[in-house]
């Protein structure tokens, strides 16, 4: 049973934002909203701040299209830590991180957020793929790693890519299997990525 019908308007309000949450239920969210309620001033103030900076403060990388603080430089763009050869093409935000929790690589990164489907009339930005490839002009990269999901959509991405890529010279790699099929590389441990960016093989 849902609280909904007779919760005072602001607590409703938090509860359908709580909702949109992955993994958020109807009970919970309703918890979190009356949690919230027994916070301290000072700890909903500084809630309400960092959820605000998420849009105000954050940006994206011009180059990489990496999560980075505005104003600031992007870690993953440094031509003094990273290695400009190796370049890892990911299809989510949080991804980089993740690989860089795995501590198996210090290429570059590119996030391309839409995968190329083969159902459905949803074709990557041309912007972002133009973008990808005046980087691959400039930089020295001779290895590009696709670290996409082993979904149809992941797999139809990586064809694209391995066609669109492969005629400039560069090396086309794919994370290695080992990955369950059919899953999101976002939802797996840094051991497991680990793993996966070590056994990488060359698209045949
Ligand atoms: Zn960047």
Redo the contacts with the bound molecule.
Sequence with gaps: MTLMRILPKTLKNLVSSFRKLSSVGQKTAERYAFELFEWSTQETEFLAEAVRAVKNKLTR?D??S?I?EAGAS?P??DPVTRNEEILCIVSHIKDPFLIEESRAFKGLYHVLPNLFSPFEEKDIASENIQRLLGRLEKLPVKEVILALDTTLEGDATALYFQNLLRPRGVKVTRLAYGIPIGSNIHYFDSQTLHQALSGRQVLT
Excluded: E, T
């Design positions: 990388c180059a990489c990496c980075k992007c993953f763009c």
